[in-house]
């Protein structure tokens, strides 16, 4: 990090601003007393770091480097340099600043790199692949371990996990994530990433089966839903369209009658939507078709009792248990009024959901960065070819919006719940323009000098307003799967399932959808794209209104398979004990700790599971098992320097602080 901060690039004029040199450290006079001269806690620490060698693309140190630094040891006039190790450095600076006297300031908060905005969206392939993959790879290791604590990790897909994660940690480097590869490597990483994905949905695919495979059908037609969220949920499945349906009732595993929606696909595929309650975290559940003199007695007295057409939809509107919507004739949202807080939630006067395109020529690194002139520049896409009612019923209602933009094409379908006050956007671009940012616009009447961004294993607020450098030079910040802006008692969350680029500004939140960089690939993101992003209004702030649980639903959809009886081999391994209708494996009772990962340990036959706070909020824990303990240790992310937990029965807890990071080994009975 010194190195990173302080060393300015050879060549650089010391007149003008410093660049400093990141990629490739070279030892010449210029960047010794670069280091020297720009440090300014020399009473506290005199000792700094040069890193030093060809780190762009490989080579590390090279000969002339070393005899450079030969000369340099006792050259006049230049501070001593000698070779050493980064742990050692390190070390003796920890030791330097505890034994000091003097006020050593300290940085709690986000180190924020004021360069590079661009490649948080470059390449959406990509990006939407290392999204998806990580999420696969997730419930890949999930169900793989549940099976192996039920029937031994003999079939563990150890394997295949590790070459998939070979692939996808590969395609993070340094520049194909960042989307700052020449086309060629692309070319290569949509090969890499289909071996990928097949490696770790065979893996998913066996691991989902067996569990299948224990769970009895009955004398009905079932199908088992599988939860690898922390959270119950509430969702639609959809199935395949069978005859049969059509006078059919559906159950759940106790009975109770389910809402359902015939709905059809423009290639005139039908399917039917089932709505599916309680579906136990890191668990499943089961559903029935079923003959209607096969349902429960008590069926009609526990049927729903949603009204047949809770989504009305008009010309140019349409109304929900939650909303009430409005759009004009560019397909812009005018009205989004909330019907739980009594709330205009549009800004008076603007128009949200609004696509905005800018021209996007920034001076340097076409592909890397975006520059905050791009905000001088800027069209909407108002072109709207045609609107209409793609599904209207008891579940939800699809409404379509078609626009053209010079000589690219925007569909997209505004999908509305009856039970759920999530409003989904799928969307699919086919888009024919270079050196355009595409980005969806909410501006919303809400008041908030900061937004929550969700990072890996938390959230971090930055500023909405402009008041000083470090404000402005945030008008591009990088989030992962939500961003909110609220008022006491009142909100909204933008959620996306593979965009990374933000900007919040004043009231106005932007989602950052594709840029069409020039160099190095001069055809970067022309074609089709698909993503869906999600507007979630909400009463009181993010945490109370389940954002984070909003979104990972929205990212990982529940698992659905049509249960088969298991196989003679399955039932041997449970000696002819089958599963319950419903089952969870593994939870916890906090509502601030997400579960992100079970997987088999490295080195043996246990559990890992590794789980985070994510709300800022300190307590106790307490863990559930479907299985008997027969030990608990606390062990670090490499799984090491255990320390035993207390357990009882199938239970243990621990006190976490916030944003801890927590793994845990886990041996059954």
């Known amino acids: 990090m010194t190195h990173y901060i302080t060393t300015p690039h050879p060549g650089h004029d010391k007149n003008s601003i410093y660049r400093f040199y990141t990629y490739n450290g070279e030892v010449l006079p210029e960047t010794v007393t670069g280091i020297w001269d720009n440090y300014r806690d020399k009473e506290i620490n005199d000792e700094l770091l040069l890193a030093f060698g060809y780190g762009d693309g490989g080579g590390g140190p090279t000969r002339e480097m070393l005899e450079m630094r030969r000369r340099l040891e006792r050259m006049p006039g230049l501070p001593n340099v000698t070779t050493g190790r980064a742990d050692e450095f390190f070390n003796q600076l920890e030791n330097n600043v505890r034994s000091s006297d003097r006020y050593v300031h300290k940085w709690d908060g986000e180190l924020y790199l004021e360069l590079h905005r661009g490649?948080?969206?470059s390449q959406a392939f990509i990006k939407k692949m290392n999204r998806q993959m990580e999420h696969l790879l997730r419930n890949a290791e999930i169900v793989s371990a549940f099976w192996g604590a039920l029937a031994g990790f003999g079939s563990y897909p150890s394997d295949r996990l590790y070459e998939s994660w070979k692939i996808v940690l590969r395609n993070q480097f340094h520049d194909i994530l960042p989307g700052s590869s020449i086309a060629e490597v692309y070319e290569d990483s949509r090969l890499e990433y289909a071996e990928a994905e097949k490696l770790a949905a065979g893996a998913f695919a066996d691991g989902f089966g067996r569990l299948a495979g224990l769970v009895p059908t009955g004398v009905s037609s079932g199908w088992i839903v599988f939860n690898t969220l922390t959270w119950d949920r509430d969702e639609c499945i959809r199935l395949p369209w069978e005859d049969r349906f059509g006078n059919a009732i559906w159950e759940s595993a106790d009975g109770q009658r389910l809402a359902t929606q015939r709905i059809q696909s423009d290639n005139g595929e039908a399917a039917l939507l089932v709505r599916v309650r309680n579906i136990p975290g890191l668990g499943y559940t089961t559903v029935y078709c079923k003959e209607a003199e096969e349902a429960s007695a008590d069926g009609a007295l526990l049927a729903a009792d949603q009204p047949a057409q809770p989504i009305v939809v008009a010309e140019s509107s349409v109304a929900t248990p939650f909303y009430e919507i409005e759009w004009n004739a560019e397909g812009q949202l005018t009205r989004l009024y909330d019907k739980r807080t009594g709330r205009e939630l549009i800004a008076a006067g603007e128009t949200a959901n609004r696509f905005d395109v800018h021209e996007d020529k920034p001076l340097n690194n076409d592909a890397w960065d975006i520059d905050i002139f791009y905000y001088e520049s800027v069209r909407q896409v108002s072109e709207l070819k045609s609107v209409r009612v793609v599904e209207q019923g008891e579940l939800r209602a699809v409404i379509r919006f078609n626009w053209e933009y010079e000589s690219s094409t925007i569909e997209q379908d505004m999908i509305l719940y009856a039970d759920n006050p999530r409003i989904d956007f799928p969307t699919r671009v086919h888009w024919q323009e270079h050196q355009q940012l595409l980005k969806v616009a909410f501006p919303l009447a809400v008041r908030a000098t900061s937004a929550t961004h969700e990072i890996q294993f938390g959230n971090v607020e930055r500023p909405t307003h402009w008041n000083n450098s470090w404000d402005f030079a945030r008008f591009e910040t990088c989030a992962q799967r939500w961003i909110d802006l609220s008022e006491r008692g009142c909100g909204v969350s933008l959620l996306n399932d593979c965009k990374y680029g933000h900007d919040v500004r004043d009231h106005v939140m932007r989602l950052t959808l594709i840029k069409s960089a020039v160099s190095p690939d001069a055809n970067a993101d022309i074609g089709d794209h698909a993503f869906t992003y999600s507007l979630l209004p909400h009463e009181g702030d993010w945490f109370a209104a389940g954002t984070t649980i909003q979104a990972a639903r929205l990212n990982i959809p529940v698992e659905v398979a049509k249960l088969g009886g298991g196989t003679s081999a399955e039932a041997d391994a449970r000696n002819g004990a089958?599963?319950?209708?419903?089952?969870?494996?593994?939870?916890?009772?906090?509502?601030?700790?997400?579960?992100?990962?079970?997987?088999?340990?490295?080195?043996?036959?246990?559990?890992?599971?590794?789980?985070?706070?994510?709300?800022?909020?300190?307590?106790?824990?307490?863990?559930?098992?479907?299985?008997?303990?027969?030990?608990?240790?606390?062990?670090n992310l490499m799984e090491r320097e255990a320390a035993k937990v207390g357990h009882s029965g199938q239970t243990f807890e621990t006190d976490i602080k916030p944003y801890e990071i927590k793994s845990f080994r886990i041996r059954f009975s």
């Open 119 to 121: 490649t948080y969206t």
């Open 578 to 635: 089958a599963l319950p209708a419903t089952l969870r494996f593994f939870g916890t009772d906090s509502d601030h700790v997400v579960v992100d990962t079970i997987k088999k340990a490295e080195d043996s036959d246990d559990w890992i599971v590794r789980c985070y706070e994510f709300a800022g909020k300190r307590g106790n824990v307490r863990f559930d098992a479907h299985l008997a303990l027969q030990s608990v240790e606390e062990v």
